[in-house]
């Protein structure tokens, strides 16, 4: 069942949210891979998850039911400060895993 959620009264609403506008960034696409030693003040902590769908030797997966897996581990990576490439609602940027020396994609 669902529940009618009331919109709060506009005496509710502070001053400050009031002023805040919706902004659609125009951000310039860089097709190219940056060079990452230059970004070295770019770096950020992140956690990186992965969801995986477990499969036992000699059986078949179960897709009403599949026994999903995740993984998670803390790295540090290096954003690109320019897209790559851009959709209707996001935008995908380079990353560098600094811990793993590895290169990667990501949208936000």
């Not at 009403?64 to 935008?91: C, K």
């Not at 940027?93 to 600094?98: A, E, Q």
């Given at each position: 069942?669902?529940?009618?959620?009331?919109?709060?009264d506009e005496s509710d609403v502070s001053t400050k949210?009031?002023?805040i506008k919706e902004e659609i960034l125009e951000l310039q696409i860089i097709k190219?891979?940056?060079q990452w030693y230059s970004l070295?003040?770019?770096a950020m902590k992140a956690t990186c998850?992965?969801?995986y769908i477990k499969k036992d030797m000699n059986a078949q997966i179960d897709w009403r039911r599949p026994h999903i897996r995740d993984t998670s581990f803390e790295t540090e990576v290096t954003m690109s400060p320019?897209?790559?490439s851009a959709g209707a609602?996001?935008?995908a940027f380079y990353l560098h895993d600094r811990s793993f020396s590895e290169s990667m994609s990501h949208n936000v």
């Amino acid at each position: 069942s669902f529940e009618k959620v009331e919109k709060p009264d506009e005496s509710d609403v502070s001053t400050k949210e009031k002023d805040i506008k919706e902004e659609i960034l125009e951000l310039q696409i860089i097709k190219t891979p940056p060079q990452w030693y230059s970004l070295g003040s770019l770096a950020m902590k992140a956690t990186c998850h992965t969801w995986y769908i477990k499969k036992d030797m000699n059986a078949q997966i179960d897709w009403r039911r599949p026994h999903i897996r995740d993984t998670s581990f803390e790295t540090e990576v290096t954003m690109s400060p320019f897209p790559f490439s851009a959709g209707a609602m996001r935008y995908a940027f380079y990353l560098h895993d600094r811990s793993f020396s590895e290169s990667m994609s990501h949208n936000v």
